[in-house]
Structure formats: structure tokens, C-alpha cells
């Protein structure tokens, strides 16, 4: 597996406390990052999922008890279907001067020479393949496949278990649901959701929401 912490090893905040924290935590410390603590709005919650780490309040002026030249912060909240809550995460701790640590499961496989930004996130199980980039901020989750010149772009969420074959293009801020498979050369837009278990035989369009075996655009609700 390719190093992609380089000195990136911490002192670590993890912002959020709930499940998707918990694996963040153990990706964190299976790559040999120090933990300085976690952000979380309900203390009970933070209090319960992680007693043994330092609780650092919420948010809202964690400058005052984590400077941006402490250390470094990562997303402990996951999002289902949206990136969103995750981006302006990302973007407002960004404007406060903040860096986002690289942190990189030592149960993933990374190919040598595979490109993985500031902020990424690979955990346990994850394979990414030669020729393949991964864009700020990402998430690539459990057990998921980026295989061999993938590009997928900056907030992208590739989910559990989702495959990416070959040359898939992946726009910035995409929801690939769990279990997904996306074909050959296909790309997908940003913003783009595709449900869990779908398999993308064509193109999806920015914003364009699909599910199915092959994929098709979902129907709106209405009322």
C-alpha cells in the first residue's frame, strides 16, 4: 500500500461523534494518527460513542481549544444520499484556517502512484487501482472498488461496497450508494445520486437522481 499520510499523523480532531466517527477512529488509529479529541453538539452522544476521548464541545469556536496550528480536523459525519452536510463541513473549517488530514485505513489497498488529496478518507477493505485520483475531501467507504484510472472529484462519496470499473469519472460532490456498480468510461455528474445496488450503463447528468438494474432516472414525488 502506497503512504498517503506522509506527516499528516496528528494530533487529530474528528468533528462529529456519531457512527460514521466511530469508523473514522478506526481508521485513524489502524494508520498511527493521535487523537486530540472529537467536536460533537450532543455531549451525551460524543460522551457515549467515545468515553475515553477528550470531549472538545461543539463547533462553534473550537479555535479556542484546537488553534488551526494544532494539528489537523476530519469529518466524522457520513451523510446519507448528500454530500452536502460533509462540504460545508469541510468548506467552513477550511475558511478558519483549518487542514484536513489524509487518513487512509491500513486494511485499504492503494496501487503505487495513486493520487489522494487533502481531506480523503479510505476505510478498511477500500481498493484503488493504478492510474486512479481521488479529489479533496472524498470519501471512499468500506470495501469500495476504484479501479484503474478512475478520477473521483473533490466531496465525492463513493459508498460501501460500490464498484467503479475502468475510467469512471466521478464529478465533485456525487453520491455513489452502497453496493453500486458504475460500467467502463461511464461518467457521472456532480451532484449526481446513484441509489444503492444500481448499475449505471450510461452517462448521468449533474444533479440527476437514478436507481435501477440499469440505472434510470427517478421518478419526483408528488404533492
Not at 470519501?139 to 479501479?147: C, E
Not at 464498484?163 to 469512471?168: G, M, Q
Not at 460532490?173 to 457521472?188: H, N, S
Amino acid at each position: 500500500m502506497q503512504s498517503t499520510s506522509g506527516d499528516l499523523t496528528g494530533p487529530v480532531v474528528i468533528v462529529g461523534a456519531g457512527g460514521h466517527a466511530k469508523v473514522v477512529r478506526d481508521a485513524l488509529e489502524s494508520a498511527g494518527f493521535v487523537i486530540a479529541g472529537v467536536t460533537e453538539r450532543d455531549a451525551a452522544a460524543a460522551a457515549r460513542n467515545f468515553p475515553d476521548l477528550p470531549y472538545l464541545g461543539t463547533d462553534e469556536g473550537l479555535a479556542d481549544r484546537f488553534a488551526p496550528t494544532a494539528g489537523y480536523l476530519t469529518i466524522g459525519v457520513g451523510g446519507a444520499c448528500s454530500t452536502d452536510g460533509r462540504r460545508r463541513l469541510h468548506e467552513r473549517f477550511s475558511d478558519q484556517g483549518y487542514r484536513f488530514a489524509r487518513v487512509v485505513h491500513r486494511m485499504a489497498y492503494l496501487a503505487a502512484g495513486v493520487q489522494v488529496s487533502e481531506g480523503v478518507q479510505v476505510m478498511a477493505g477500500a481498493v484503488i487501482q493504478p492510474g486512479a485520483s481521488v479529489g479533496a475531501y472524498a470519501l471512499i467507504n468500506t470495501r469500495a472498488v476504484v479501479d484503474h484510472d478512475c478520477f473521483v472529484g473533490a466531496h465525492a462519496h463513493v459508498g460501501p461496497n460500490a464498484t467503479l470499473t475502468a475510467a469512471v469519472w466521478v464529478g465533485a460532490g456525487a453520491f455513489v450508494g452502497a453496493g453500486a456498480t458504475v460500467l467502463p468510461g461511464r461518467r457521472i455528474g456532480a451532484g449526481a445520486l446513484i441509489a444503492a445496488g444500481a448499475v449505471v450503463t450510461r452517462d448521468v447528468p449533474d444533479g440527476l437522481r437514478v436507481a435501477g438494474v440499469p440505472a434510470a432516472p427517478l421518478t419526483p414525488r408528488r404533492g
